[in-house]
């Protein structure tokens, strides 16, 4: 199944006929707002999902590309990153450490949204591909074993990043959490369409110049590991994020004007915006383009406010 909100943040399923409401069905469900009326359904999804499936067969259907998706999870309690989890296409020698951040919920944009950079001296803006998990049972001290069971389902999650704010060491709050960096959707694919979450294709579009290009396969702790060791730290509850981190050779620098379109296998694709009031350029050039010219740094700014010759 697919859940989403649409519009005016009408609770919704996606079926191939359209989007069906099914706000009569959950309006029940304690909630102040969209963000806690989904964490509510997630958290009570085995009371709801019959009638969500009859709805979801039965039920009138507007057209895809007649309504505005939102942001799926519109507030999760908490966004855990994992941070350097790839193998790199297996180029590297050893599994990195386990490593992770916070970002802030405050920071979810969804489809057709715009990320906006800010009037800040990062050396490059650049925006992750990421395969997200929502957790739907409150998780705390779990085994590998039991961590699956605690997945609810799935979406596409794509982390921005303000790289190398200074000063040193005051990194990732101010890196990671800017406003509109967390871009999500275009809905919530629920655990048993996915057979193997550890074998899908993950592709991200600068343009349409495909730039990102890997499979979750590549992950150096895998999802029963993640689930585990973040819930070893704090409790997950049922509505929040965890991203799975991304292969970071293809990185390159998020612009004004860009159009983002970032797809995972099964799952969907979405679609964001980039703008920038300063008009700053870098290259076009991914980190492993900087990599085989002998470069261990990304791509330098070129134009405008605080590009290096501008001191």
């Keep these: 199944m697919k859940l989403a909100f649409h519009d005016e943040f009408v609770p919704s399923v996606v079926t191939g006929r359209g989007v069906v409401d099914v706000s009569d069905i959950v309006r029940e469900i ?48 908490a966004i855990d990153c994992m941070a350097v989890n790839y193998m790199e296409d297996g180029t590297l020698s050893e599994k990195p450490p386990r490593n992770g951040f ?63 704010l200074p000063p040193d060491r005051n990194v990732f709050f101010q890196v990671k959490s800017r406003a509109t960096f967390a871009p999500i959707g275009p809905w919530i694919v629920t655990a048993d369409e996915i057979d193997d979450p550890q074998d ?22 895998r999802i029963p590991e993640i689930i585990a060791w973040l819930s070893s730290i704090h409790v997950l509850e049922p509505g929040d994020l965890v991203a799975t981190g991304t292969n970071h ?44 010219q002998g470069h261990a740094t990304p791509t330098p700014q070129l134009t405008g406010k605080h590009a290096p010759e501008s001191g």
């Design 200 to 221: 899908l294709d993950v592709r991200l579009w600068v343009n349409d110049e495909l730039k990102q290009d890997f499979n979750t396969s590549d992950m150096a702790h």
């Design 102 to 164: 916070h970002k802030t919920p405050g920071a979810i944009i969804g489809p057709g949204d715009t990320m906006v950079l800010p009037d800040v001296p990062a050396t490059i803006f650049e925006g992750e591909a990421e395969l997200a998990l929502v957790i739907g049972r409150r998780a705390w001290q779990v085994s590998e074993g039991d961590a699956m069971s605690h997945v609810f389902g799935y979406t596409n999650f794509i982390d921005g990043s303000a790289r190398g």
């Design 30 to 77: 304690p909630h102040t707002g969209p963000g806690d009326l989904m964490n509510g359904l997630i958290a009570r999804f085995d009371a709801y999902r019959d009638r969500l499936e009859t709805r979801a067969a039965d039920g009138p259907a507007v057209p895809l590309d007649q309504v505005r998706l939102r942001p799926p999870l519109p507030r999760p309690g």
């Design 249 to 292: 050779r293809g990185l390159s620098a998020f612009q004004d004007g860009d159009r983002i379109r970032l797809q995972i296998a099964r799952i969907g694709t979405l679609k964001i915006s980039v703008s920038d009031a300063l008009g700053r350029t870098w290259a076009r050039e991914t980190r492993l383009d900087r990599a085989n």
